[in-house]
């Protein structure tokens, strides 16, 4: 843990220092993001932050991988271009006491612009890590009218978590978008995010190339279900025992209702059933 926070936080500050300091922070985060890229699914944040290392490598480490030949450089600037570059620090120096001060700040904007010309800003994926993993998973059924015995079928996303006997996949560096919409989904509700009602249409519909965005098996192969709803999940990973006895990757436990049960209307936007026909969630 205080090795990656060293990685993350102290030396991409050794890219701005001269050679060979640079070039050797630059390895070191090489190396860091390969590891991540390798064995997690961070897709292209990885490959961009790789690229912005090499940027600090000097010729001597590149030259060694990519035999070619480095451009001409000016030995001796004009004195109207040294004056330009220092102009050029000193603003982005200025322009940067705000970002910083958000950075150290208990309440962080992530990807926000703090001039109106956007010279400087901060970007991230994550403004803080969650504690705990929810899941939006996705149901249908056949059943027009359902009621407790009602079967209710799940679709499954491509590598995002659903079944929890299904062993975590590994994707990055490709990017499973709508897997990724899922997994920021259901950490707030679902106004926030209208695509899932989209999504529901979709499904009631039997849309073949919406179809094709979820993993395999297909739930409703024949025809497209009566119904389709959402319900939240809190997913943890199971122990070794847990893992040994179920055969389970996961472990998880029913939060509620996300999405009422939906229909299409005569060919209308889908609507919630009546609130008679909606089954109580389970625990």
Same mark, same amino acid.
């Given at each position: 843990m205080l090795a990656n926070h060293a990685t993350q936080l #102290? #030396?991409?500050f050794g890219l701005f220092a001269p050679q060979p300091v640079a070039r050797i922070a630059a390895l070191v985060i090489v190396v860091t993001q390969t590891w991540l890229l #390798?064995? =997690?699914?961070f897709s292209w944040l990885n490959l961009i932050t790789i690229v912005l290392a090499v940027s600090a490598m000097d010729d001597t480490l590149l030259g060694a991988v990519l035999p070619v030949d480095p451009p001409a450089t000016l030995a001796n600037p004009a004195a109207w271009q040294q004056a330009t570059v220092a102009t050029l620090v000193v603003l982005v120096a200025v322009l940067s006491v705000r970002p910083v001060l958000n950075l150290v700040g208990r309440r962080q904007l992530m990807n926000a612009s703090f001039d109106p010309l956007r010279l400087v800003n901060t970007y991230g994926a994550f403004g803080a890590i969650t504690r705990v993993r929810r899941e939006v998973v996705l149901e249908g059924t056949d059943d027009p009218a359902p =009621?407790?015995?009602t079967v209710w079928k799940e679709y499954q996303f491509k590598a995002k978590p659903g079944d929890p006997r299904?062993? %975590?996949?590994q994707v /990055?560096?490709?990017h499973l978008r709508l897997d990724w919409l899922a997994w920021f989904a259901a950490m707030s509700s679902a106004a926030a995010h209208p695509w899932l009602l989209t999504l529901a249409v979709r499904l009631l519909e039997g849309d073949p190339a919406t179809r094709r965005l979820l993993g395999r098996p297909? %739930?409703?192969p024949a025809r497209p279900p009566a119904l #389709?709803? /959402?319900?939240?999940y809190r997913y943890r990973f199971t122990t070794p025992a847990e893992r040994r006895q179920t055969g389970a990757w996961w472990s998880r436990e029913l939060l509620g209702e996300y999405l009422p049960p939906l229909r299409l209307d005569r060919g209308k936007p889908a609507r919630p059933t009546r609130r008679s026909e909606r089954r109580p969630p389970g625990r």
């Open positions: #102290v #030396v991409p #390798v064995s =997690g699914n =009621g407790p015995v299904r062993r %975590p996949r /990055a560096p490709y297909d %739930p409703f #389709v709803r /959402a319900r939240l």
